[in-house]
C-alpha cells in the first residue's frame, strides 16, 4: 500500500497551480447550466415604481374616506389597472371591483380602501444592492428568472472546456452529460480539462475503487485518467473529476452533514468511495469502496472516507455530497 498516492496528494499537486478559467459573457437564454462567475446584484428599486397587484381601479385612499353601500361615493372615471400596472401619480390603493357599483353617473366606491391597499410599493421587491446570487452560484431556473426581474440581459459564467477521448461510448455520453450539467462546454481543442482512458490499468492511487484513476497536470491542461469499470470510473469522476471543474469553475461542493443510520466501516490507509441511500432522518451506507448497480440505482448522495478513518457508529454526522446536485 505505501506505493500508492493517496488521493488527497494526487488531487492536490494536481490543481496546485490550477485557477478559475476567465469569464464569458453569456446571454440570459443561453445559460442553460454553469456557474456566477461574478456576484449578481438588484441595480435599481424593484419595483422601480409602484405597481398594482390585482386588478381594479386606481384611487387616491383619503379621498375615499366615508364610502359605504348607503353612501356610495362616486368615482367619476378612475383609471383600471391590471396587476404590474404602475399606479398614475397621486394614487395609492386598488379598489377592487366587487367594492364599486354602477350607478346612472357612473361608477361609485361602497368601501375606502387603506392607503397601499392592492398595490406593491416602489423597492418592497427589492433594494438597489441587494445580493441576488454570490459569485460560484449555480445556474438554475430561479437564478434566471432572478435575473431576467432585475434586467440583466447575460450574465457573467466560468466554462471549464473539457475533451472527452475514453474508448467506451456509455462512459463518453455519461461524461458529457455530467459534466455539461456542472456548466462544462464539450470541445475537441484547447480544453481546460481532458478525460482519457488509461492504456496503463496499473494500480495508483490509495483511493478504492478506483485505484488506477489518475490526476495530473500537463501543457495541454489538467488530464484525468479514468478507470474502465463503471465502479472505478464514478468514484474517479466525483473524487478527481469534480474537485477540477469546481476549480475551474471558481465553484464549490455542497456538503451535508447528515447522521448514519447505521455503522460504517473503513481500512485505515486508504480512502473509501461510499455510495449513501436516504433512510428517514439519516443516510444509509453502503459498503465502502464497492459499487454495484444496484447500490448506484438507490443511492442520493456519496461521500470519501480518509485513509485515517477506520469507520464512524451509527448516529454519527458524516459529509456527504448528492449525487445528482454536487454543487450549490
Known sequence: MTSLMSLHTCRDQALAACQPVP???????????????????????MPAQTEALR??????ALDMI??????????GPPPILHPADCLPSG???????????????????????APGEGVRRRGHDGRAGLLLAPAGARITPRLR???????????????PKLRIA???????????????GLGAQIVQTNPDLTLLTPSDHSPKLAYFPAESAWLFSSSEGLVLHLPR???????????????????????????????????????????????????????????TGNV???????ASAFAILPPESEGLPAGAELPCILLDQPFG
Open 23 to 45: 469569464l464569458q459573457q453569456v446571454a440570459l437564454a443561453d445559460c442553460g447550466h454553469g456557474f456566477l462567475g461574478e456576484n449578481l446584484y438588484l441595480a435599481q428599486d
Open 55 to 60: 386588478s381594479g381601479y386606481a384611487v387616491a
Open 66 to 75: 366615508g364610502a359605504s353601500p348607503d353612501m356610495p361615493l362616486p368615482l
Open 91 to 113: 394614487r395609492d390603493a386598488i379598489l377592487p371591483p366587487d367594492a364599486t357599483e354602477h350607478g346612472p353617473d357612473g361608477i361609485h366606491a361602497l368601501r375606502a380602501p
Open 145 to 159: 428568472l432572478l435575473a431576467a426581474l432585475a434586467g440583466h440581459d447575460t450574465l457573467s459564467l466560468r466554462r
Open 166 to 180: 475514453l474508448q467506451d461510448p456509455y462512459q463518453a455520453r455519461f461524461a458529457q452529460s455530467w459534466a455539461e
Open 229 to 287: 469499470r463503471f465502479d472505478g470510473m464514478l468514484a474517479a469522476l466525483l473524487g478527481l473529476g469534480l474537485p477540477a471543474i469546481a476549480a475551474l469553475s471558481g465553484a464549490s461542493a455542497r456538503v451535508q452533514m447528515r447522521p448514519l443510520s447505521q455503522k460504517i466501516s473503513s481500512a485505515v490507509g486508504i480512502s473509501e468511495f461510499v455510495l449513501l441511500a436516504e433512510a428517514g432522518e439519516g443516510i444509509l451506507p453502503f459498503p
Open 292 to 298: 454495484t448497480i444496484s447500490s448506484l440505482a438507490q
